[in-house]
């Protein structure tokens, strides 16, 4: 299996991989569909790569190793800090107005009730060991205000994942 990784973004809508066997670069044959920077990014189990925000259109972005193509996933019309992979392959996204379950599959974003704890940017967003919650940690409100409090999400509670995470799985 290829073992390179890929640095995408930077303020350009260029990408490249860095093959640590022999420690160089290689362009990537295509562009980004946006210049990126701040930007999250996961990898799916189907070994695409999604990029989310870092734009000044506040897009999801597809990269398709198979070939080598960028494509828009989505818009999410607000601006996005973190992506988190949750074990049921949906992404927590969340920003200073905005808290949602994104989903691969569908390209879709379920929104979140009662997630305003959750909007932040600038912060962490780590998954816990054991229930798989997801600790948000720091940053700032959309009034560029520092929140003090931790929050924690629960993937469990989300009626959609019930099947996916079982209590105490």
Not at 20 to 47: C, K, Q, V, W, Y
Not at 89 to 97: M, T, Y
Not at 101 to 127: K, N
């Amino acid at each position: 299996a290829d073992n390179s990784v890929m640095l995408a973004g930077g303020g350009t809508d260029s990408a490249e991989f860095f093959d640590p066997n022999t420690f160089t670069f290689t362009l990537a044959p295509n562009p980004m569909t946006a210049a990126r920077t701040g930007h999250s990014a996961i990898a799916t189990d189907e070994g695409k790569l999604l990029f989310f925000g870092g734009d000044a259109g506040y897009t999801v972005e597809r990269f398709d190793p198979a070939t080598e193509t960028f494509s828009l996933a989505a818009t999410l019309g607000v601006e996005s800090s973190t992506a988190t992979l949750l074990a049921n392959e949906k992404i927590l996204v969340l920003g200073p107005a905005l808290a949602g379950v994104y989903v691969p599959a569908t390209d879709q974003m379920e929104a979140l009730a009662d997630a305003s704890p959750l909007q932040r940017s600038g912060h962490t967003a780590t998954e816990l060991p054991g229930d798989k919650t997801i600790l948000v940690a720091g940053g700032v409100n959309s009034s560029n205000e520092f929140v003090a409090a931790a929050a924690v999400f629960n993937p469990a509670h989300i009626e959609t994942d019930l099947d996916d995470y079982p209590p105490g799985g």
